[in-house]
């Protein structure tokens, strides 16, 4: 079965430590992106890569970071930086910018 | 900064009625894009229409797009409960997808 897929469902994290959301698609996409949601906020851009080995930062990139060694994956590493972590994070993916893009299941992010 | 900004914000209709939700944006795009979002999971893509296009259908779906005025609408005909879910629109523009907030549809049966 083709898609992408999210890794963990849902994710608890201390103040102060870094985590990573795993993203990985078999559907041979060049594009990958990270959104972040909220109640009330739609989806706001956190990274996106066109390509493999490089990424751009979105509209919401400020304590967060990103690596795409593989075609196939797009890890989301949100570190101690960012103030107010607890969210809902999806990772999608496209044949290339701006093409109809398939989601994952999303990660559920709670600050303990 | 979010693209799309949609509206209503949310809409509750009878099985069976028409459903039409807005869109408007502020900047020039490739395309316009809708999805949909079932409570707590991903986004499924619906319908994609480019810039040089006017109106598409997909099934029960119709979208219009009116670039003079930067602003989309999507028709759902014939609703069903099982179209219960939040919409949203998304514009594609300089190799990324910006998102709008979303619109709230509820289908009573």
């Known amino acids: 079965d083709g898609g992408i897929t999210q890794s963990p469902k849902y994710l608890f994290r201390k103040e102060g430590q870094n985590v990573t959301l795993s993203c990985e698609q078999n559907?041979?996409?060049?594009?990958m992106y990270w959104y972040r949601q909220d109640p009330g906020q739609g989806l706001r851009l956190i990274y996106y890569s066109q390509i493999v080995n490089d990424f751009q930062k979105g509209d919401i990139a400020e304590g967060y970071s990103v690596s795409r060694e593989k075609k196939e994956s797009f890890p989301l590493t949100v570190t101690s930086a960012q103030k107010n972590p607890t969210a809902f994070y999806l990772c999608?993916?496209?044949?290339?910018?701006?093409?109809?893009?398939?989601f994952g299941q999303g990660t559920r992010l709670t600050v303990v | 900064s979010q693209q799309g900004e949609e509206d209503p914000q949310a809409l509750s209709i009878q099985e069976g009625e028409n459903a039409t939700m807005n869109c408007s944006y502020k900047t020039s795009i490739n395309n316009l894009q809708w999805y949909r979002q079932n409570s707590g999971r991903g986004l499924v893509h619906l319908i994609l229409?480019?810039?040089?296009?006017r109106e598409k259908h997909s099934g029960r779906l119709r979208v219009t797009l009116d670039t003079s005025k930067k602003s989309s609408s999507l028709l759902i005909t014939a609703s069903r409960a099982a179209d219960t879910a939040s919409y949203f629109c998304a514009t594609g523009a300089n190799s990324k997808l910006t998102f709008g907030k979303g619109i709230t549809l509820s289908v009573r049966p």
């Open positions: 999608a993916s496209s044949t290339e910018g701006n093409t109809e893009a398939f």
């Open positions: 559907l041979n996409h060049d594009a």
């Open positions: 229409i480019r810039s040089n296009e």
